[in-house]
């Protein structure tokens, strides 16, 4: 019996503490972490610079309002700015919060503009944004709609990566367009090349604003700060979370340009976005991420582990379908169910994390290294032989 709604289907183990890629069970087993808390440890448990920099700052300041300056929410904005398309940021508690931010920024951007019949969003099937009424309505998700009606109005979703389908729902009411670069709830789906450039046009040609959800793809995880800084393509905003806080709960909007200028005094706002623990906790892990060589070595993971897992759809085609991904970001499409691989995996001392579209994603933390990229392949390798016997 649980005091607990229950609003989740755990498995059940509880984790006691953890340190780098590994997890202590409660059960006294040490389990190998691919899963990161869904891509948000990425420097891993404990990591030390963390650790010292929550408790010296717990014992200087937790949380003062947003009346007042807050210097280390200044310095993040500016080190995400510097390092990115942005002009401007936002700093809120979660991802869902960070889209929210991004979805009142579009349309008061139009309504600024003498355009206020310019509230409608393209979203792409397979999408996930959150779990408030209007991230649902974007994600669009029929299981995450179901029992919550009325959605939230305005949003029009076109198939995954269908240009044209996009350019083709353009109407006078579209204010903008809003992807992942790469689907992670929706399966680790990465957008074929070209089509956020393809985005950038559309976007341009109809005078909307492009939206990029790297709460999932961002900070690092597929070897650049963020997923579309691959693709050589400018969004006019960005929601980013996840990852920030490596365990802090922590969320930003990033924007540039006029939208950077948009939500202005009284027009938006948190208690708690952006307090001096998030910020202290969240430059910290830029402190890692964007020190030299660190993202190289998340691309050069990403590159090794893939390369381990390469053969498994050719080697256990009766378990393994496909591999798929970017960097840090790997997804197996299963032929049988996902959630008997996870549980396999778990029983075998691997945490992984089941992603719509039959597969089962793999996000170890971005300080992940090679012995232990070679320990969860033997594991990865083991189960799927299993399975095979089993099957036959
Ligand atoms: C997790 C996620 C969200 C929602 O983040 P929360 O912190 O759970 O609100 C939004 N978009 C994407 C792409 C995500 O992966």
């Known amino acids: 019996m649980t005091a607990l709604m229950p609003t989740y289907q755990r498995y059940d183990i509880a984790f006691v503490q953890g340190d780098g890629a590994w997890l202590q069970g409660d059960d006294g087993r040490r389990y190998l972490d691919f899963g990161a808390g869904i891509a948000v440890a990425g420097l891993g448990h404990c990591h030390p610079h963390l650790v010292a920099t929550l408790r010296e ?20 904005a500016a080190r995400l700015v510097a390092a990115s398309f942005a002009d401007a940021a936002f700093f809120c508690n979660s991802g869902a919060e960070a889209l929210e931010c991004g979805l009142k920024l579009v349309r008061k951007y139009h309504d600024m503009a003498g355009a206020p019949e310019r509230y409608r969003v393209i ?24 029992g919550f009606a009325p959605a939230v109005e305005g949003f029009d979703q076109v198939p995954f990566a269908d240009l044209a389908a996009a350019r083709a729902a353009i109407g006078d009411e579209t204010a903008a367009i809003l992807v992942e670069p790469v689907q992670g709830e929706g399966g680790i789906r990465p957008v074929p090349e070209g089509f956020l450039a393809g985005l950038r046009a559309l976007a341009d040609e109809f005078g909307l604003l492009l939206f990029f959800d790297e709460v999932q793809c961002g900070i690092g995880r597929t070897g650049r700060l963020f997923a579309h800084q691959w693709a050589d393509v400018e969004p006019d905003l960005i929601a980013v979370a996840k990852g920030l806080g490596g365990g802090f709960p922590v969320g930003a909007c990033l924007a540039s340009g006029q939208a950077a200028r948009t ?4 027009s938006h706002g948190s208690t708690f976005g952006g307090n001096p623990l998030a910020m202290a906790v969240a430059n910290a892990v830029l402190d890692v991420v964007l020190a030299d ?3 190289e070595r998340v691309a050069a993971a990403g590159a090794t582990l893939r390369s381990r897992l390469a053969a498994l759809p050719a080697r256990y085609p009766g378990v393994i379908a496909e591999v798929r991904g970017h960097g840090l970001m790997i997804g197996l499409k299963c032929v049988q169910p996902n959630s008997v691989l996870v549980e396999r995996l778990l029983g075998d001392g691997l945490l992984t994390v089941p992603a719509a579209d039959n597969v089962v994603r793999l996000l170890p933390p971005l300080i992940i290294g090679e012995s232990e990229i070679e320990t969860a392949s033997a594991i990865i390798d083991r189960v799927c032989a299993a399975l095979v016997e089993k099957a036959a």
């Open 293 to 295: 060589g660190f993202l």
């Open 263 to 266: 939500l202005t005094p009284g």
């Open 57 to 76: 700052q717990a014992g200087k300041l937790w949380h003062c309002s947003n009346l007042y300056r807050i210097p280390d929410q200044e310095r993040l």
């Open 123 to 146: 979203t792409f099937a397979g999408a996930f944004h959150g779990r408030t009424l209007a991230t649902i309505a974007a994600g669009g998700s029929a299981k995450h709609l179901d």
